[in-house]
């Protein structure tokens, strides 16, 4: 029996597993106590996932078919990947290169992700470079840009136990990122002056265990921040050394919070006011560590609610310090490595702005091509309105499902029927958007690959 440190493909918590193989077929995963991420620790779905090897239900070979009315035949992956080749240089000479592009997803590893981002940019010459993290993180990318000035997350897992007080937001850690709540639990016990504050509207499992639960009317999240960062005003717990340092806008956003004292937004909120002052001074006090999911992430001012939070790191001085930090927690394995090497359509690698010639000009120079297009790509949803409209005429699909997993399902599935060639790959057969697929690529699953 062999043994291979990999890592779980489940969630964002990223922990470390140890993949028992025998005579080449996975046989069990145990938690790698070495791993700083889980030390050791397993929820049920990593601790299950050897079962996910499984050769029922996968693509084994490649398939394609030359028109829709046939259906898919095996071929070698000469013929198929020759196929694919020659279907997106057709496109590419006759409709130029933004008729193709590439739908790709947080759970590829880093270097697949950047693989695809220099296919796509460097050498088609085309931004048409999405993925479904667009559909969950967009928000949480957004608000660090907006405040911070680039989508990196000043934090890590460390802070937990440097924090004096833990801010979550918008996030049930207990049953979505179990292993990072044992964590929690574990520095609470060490520390039992550490408090833990929870917003959300739902007395869930974390907001339990919370010493303060802010049980928000839904959609309130700005007006709770900005009148938490009044109370900071009002009390003096703001640090005026840190925002003149390393802030602008402070008067803008102190003139907009004034009115939002704790008796005038309590019932905006459905809280007491006792309890917004409580969390205000709870999270000044610090060291403060915020985490903050899909609660703030998804909706309509997903964008508003992460930059408030992140603005009240910045007012306290909670921020580049142990314990002190903004950090978002992520769906996916790996959305944040696919945006750290630009693998969205308004991205760049290594957090290069896409709308900067200079750092535009740097990436060229990496790759060694003349250019990379300016213009950017067609974002998730708007890629396949495009491809309904005939403008993007080939699409590239990888390691996920979005017959089933994007929105307005109506729209995609007219979509991929319209698309000239839909190439997909995929690990499992069964999928929901298998048979749109001209082209089936068979996809390596996370035990059977490096990176």
């Not at 002052?277 to 999911?293: D, E, I, K, M, N």
Request: aromatic share 6%; charged share 20%; with cysteine.
């Amino acid at each position: 029996m062999s043994v291979v440190s990999s890592v779980c493909c489940y969630c964002g918590t990223g922990c470390g597993v140890l993949v028992e193989a025998d005579a080449g077929k996975i046989t069990g995963v145990r938690g790698d106590p070495a791993h700083p991420a889980n030390q050791g620790k397993l929820c049920t779905k990593g601790a299950t996932l050897h079962l996910t090897a499984q050769a029922s239900g996968r693509a084994l070979y490649p398939e394609l078919r030359t028109d829709r009315a046939s259906p898919r035949r095996r071929v070698s992956w000469d013929a198929a990947l020759d196929h694919v080749a020659e279907k997106f240089r057709a496109v590419i000479l006759e409709h130029g290169p933004d008729a193709v592009a590439f739908y790709i997803s947080g759970q590829l590893t880093t270097e697949a992700y950047y693989v695809f981002n220099k296919l796509a940019k460097g050498l088609i010459g085309t931004n048409n470079v999405d993925t479904n993290s667009r559909l969950c993180m967009s928000s949480a990318v957004a608000g660090y840009k907006a405040t911070l000035g680039a989508d990196s997350p000043p934090g890590c897992y460390d802070d937990i136990e440097a924090a004096g007080t833990i801010f979550i937001a918008g996030s049930n850690t207990a049953y979505a990122h179990p292993i990072l709540f044992r964590r929690i639990e574990a520095a609470r016990k060490a520390n039992p002056d550490l408090k833990l504050v929870v917003v959300d509207p739902r007395r869930t499992d974390t907001a339990n265990e919370a010493d303060l639960h802010l049980a928000i009317l839904p959609g309130t999240d700005v007006a709770l921040f900005h009148a938490m960062l009044n109370v900071m005003l009002w009390d003096d717990l703001i640090d005026r050394a840190a925002i003149a340092a390393h802030t602008e806008g402070w008067e803008a956003l102190r003139d907009r919070v004034r009115d939002y004292t704790p008796e005038k937004i309590a019932p905006i909120c459905g809280v007491a006011a006792a309890d917004i002052v409580q969390a205000a001074r709870w999270f000044a006090q610090g060291p403060t560590l915020s985490l903050y999911c899909q609660g703030l992430n998804q909706s309509t001012c997903g964008v508003d609610k992460n930059a408030a939070l992140i603005n009240l790191h910045l007012a306290t001085g909670q921020i580049g310090k142990p314990g002190a930090a903004p950090l978002s927690l992520t769906g996916q394995p790996n959305a944040m490595g696919g945006r750290e090497v630009g693998g969205m359509a308004n991205m760049l690698s290594a957090h290069r702005d896409l709308n900067d010639p200079e750092q535009r000009a740097d990436v060229a120079r990496l790759w060694g091509v003349d250019a990379v297009p300016a213009t950017p790509g067609r974002t998730a949803v708007e890629m396949f309105d495009a491809v309904k409209r005939g403008e993007i005429r080939a699409i590239w699909i990888a390691c996920t499902n979005p017959a089933q997993s994007l929105p307005d399902q109506k729209q995609v599935h007219e979509a991929l029927q319209t698309a000239e060639c839909v190439v997909l790959q995929e690990a499992f057969a069964d999928t929901e958007t298998v048979p749109f697929a001209d082209v089936l690529l068979p996809a390596a699953t996370w035990g059977e690959q490096d990176g």
